[in-house]
């Protein structure tokens, strides 16, 4: 336990990282102190079930119940609907497990019976023995485009899982941004919280579709922001964060994501091996700290948690 | 082979005794020769998937990939999705295997893109490799609904599977019958037939919602009619068709089944345990034939196909 337990959390994730992160502090802090809103940008349709793929990282990831391999889908998956999908001619390019299917099954049909998704994932964590609040940005959609040369404007799971992030990125455009709004509890955890934590998640595709969904006029920020880079001398631990900022013409590194977020942050986390940016940091009027912020187990995940959070005190 | 290898045959079916006989017709003659049309008046939609039990049952069956111990599903068959399915809080009296899960996911995902289910079936049937045209017997709803004692009136699988066939039965009624039309291919197969064969599937709620979605005019009977008994020494193999009848105030015999016939048949195949009802079938103006109707292996199918084939060749 950190020692200001009293603080309340929100922490916004996207993937992987993100997941891990959340994790080491659900395990940091009392459940009822901390709230993860998850990027629903990538949500997308497949074989007509509605598939939540950040949200489910986020949930599995905090349930015990991830693939630590893959670092999405399921622990100890069987391939058998997947198999028989193929025979039947199903398209393959998404590969669903057994397990994670039920999810994507029962979400879709309590979806179409008028459930809302942050409904619906409260009772899936219940039930899955989370306690923490985990709350999908939106229940309204908002889907990330990623504009490519090769192929134009993307769905995010065409360019993340069909295209294997070959095509190269020349911008985003987040689709609904207009008329998606937060999900009940998203404004309440933000009045609530003394401070939110940015994720190492990736800037452009995770954490950006959650920026985008909150009040534009910034009246939700009255409280210090902390960002975890998810770039680490240069280069993701996973997913495409680095070689987007590469192609966008930003040089990809810790700086370059806290520049990303400037304005919006107090302080930032950055790895042992950056540490020589820190004064690049400092001179954005971002406050760093230095942290071995690689997570590969959970004992990393919970004390990067704890130096994070004893980070956050320091602007509380 | 049967001698008469040119005879076109249209065969109805229902669920497992149904398909069985299919399966052995499809073991005695040239693929283009046959055609099953399916009852359809089962289906419903369960996890938010279209499912087709009977439609299913034959197809697995004529596939090889039929369970031959449950008498639905599919053999070597897992549930990972059904456990998780449990745990989210799903409905869970119907059972569905990770296996047999894949076709009712792509079917719903086709039907809703506009595929009609006949489209579906017949694609799936190529994919497993079942020659003989598999047709559902109509692409609208026409629900059978089984009207009890204790209930009112209910869903078929409500009753037949939620409900273990345990309510009183005091009659059926097809709804959307006036309304729903045969399939693509159906009238056009009856139309080239030289025989049909009502394959021994229970005539209330197999049989009986073929004949309601055929033209009620009787114009589609240009050719003689052989059905083969599902009740032996009175009593069903599977399934509430004995208990059906009792329930109904009629004895539950081989002679029943050709009363609930009559007017249709040109001749009635019954067990040897009931070769003492030849006279009674007689007596109906139906020739009688006396067969070993059980169907205990594949040997067993092919040999009462062959029979009933004879013995269809008699009326010509």
Redesign the interface.
């Known amino acids: 336990m950190t020692t200001k337990t009293h603080l309340k959390i929100v922490a916004l994730a996207g993937g992987v990282g993100g997941a891990k992160l959340a994790d080491g502090l659900a395990r940091c802090l009392p459940p009822e102190n901390l709230t993860i809103i998850v990027n629903t940008g990538d949500d997308f349709i497949h074989?007509?079930?509605n598939i939540s793929p950040d949200l489910d990282t986020v949930c599995y990831t905090l349930a015990g119940l991830a693939n630590p391999e893959t670092g999405w889908g399921r622990r100890e998956e069987?391939w058998?609907?997947?198999?028989?999908?193929e025979?039947?001619?199903?398209e393959s390019w998404f590969r669903l497990g057994?397990?994670d299917?039920?999810?994507h099954?029962?979400r879709?049909?309590r979806l179409?019976a008028g459930e809302p998704l942050s409904t619906i994932t409260r009772?899936?964590c219940q039930?899955?023995g989370v306690e923490p609040l985990i709350l999908p940005m939106s229940d309204t959609p908002l889907a990330t485009m990623v504009q490519t040369v090769e192929f134009g404007e993307l769905a995010f799971q065409e360019y993340f899982v069909h295209k294997q992030c070959q095509p190269q990125v020349t911008g985003f455009r987040f689709a609904g941004a207009d008329s998606a709004t937060p999900a009940p509890g998203v404004l309440a955890a933000l009045q609530q919280a003394d401070a939110l934590i940015i994720c190492p998640s990736n800037p452009w595709v995770s954490i950006d579709p959650i920026l985008q969904i909150l009040p534009q006029d910034g009246s939700w920020r009255r409280f210090p922001i902390v960002a975890v880079s998810p770039i680490i001398g240069g280069a993701t631990v996973k997913g495409p964060a680095a070689k987007m900022y590469a192609e966008l013409g930003i040089t990809p590194s810790a700086t370059a994501v806290a520049q990303h977020y400037a304005g919006l942050l107090a302080g930032f986390v950055i790895d042992a091996v950056d540490a020589n940016l820190a004064e690049e940091v400092r001179a954005l009027g971002i406050q760093p700290s230095i942290q071995n912020t690689l997570m590969k187990s959970a004992e990393d995940r919970e004390r990067l948690a704890k130096d994070v959070l004893n980070f956050v005190e320091r602007f509380v």
């Not at 058998?80 to 999908?85: D, E, L, P, R, S």
């Not at 025979?87 to 199903?90: F, I």
């Open positions: 074989w007509g079930l069987s058998q609907v997947f198999q028989q999908m025979r039947l001619g199903a057994d397990k299917l039920a999810t099954l029962e879709t049909r179409k009772d899936f039930r899955w």
